[in-house]
Nanobody, 130 residues
Framework: HEQLVESGGGSVQAGGSLTLSCAGS????????MGWFRQAPGKEREGVALINTIGLNSHGTKYADSVKGRFTISQDSDKNTLYLQMNSLKPEDTAMYYCAARAGDFCDLYSFDERAMDYWGKGTLVTISS
């Protein structure tokens, strides 16, 4: 059973940076899809970034338009860890950020489909002040 644990959230001022981490209990050697979703207060959860991987290699990424050029998703399969580097943070980035994984298969990178994800973390809170 895959366990995902997020860390790295916190409170920063607008323009600042944070790096979120997601530790997984077992990344498989077959194709995987991992991603970050977020839910702001009073809003529905939305996709932030996805990455398809096999081992050490990325096989494509997808970003929400609102974070393109500011956020970078990456993974370290040796450490079983997924990252989200967030730069130039804005107050509208304030949300609970969730790590998610789809085991053994790639994600369709044309959209964010929560139903495609098999495992979820409990989230880490990011608060951006103006």
């Amino acid at each position: 059973h895959e366990q995902l644990v997020e860390s790295g959230g916190g409170s920063v001022q607008a323009g600042g940076s944070l790096t979120l981490s997601c530790a997984g209990s077992a990344w498989r050697d077959r194709g995987n899809c991992m991603g970050w979703f977020r839910q702001a207060p009073g809003k529905e959860r939305e996709g932030v970034a996805l990455i398809n991987t096999i081992g050490l290699n990325s096989h494509g990424t997808k970003y929400a338009d609102s974070v393109k050029g500011r956020f970078t998703i990456s993974q370290d399969s040796d450490k079983n860890t997924l990252y989200l580097q967030m730069n130039s943070l804005k107050p509208e980035d304030t949300a609970m950020y969730y790590c998610a994984a789809r085991a053994g298969d790639f994600c369709d990178l044309y959209s964010f489909d929560e139903r495609a994800m098999d495992y979820w973390g409990k989230g880490t809170l990011v608060t951006i002040s103006s």
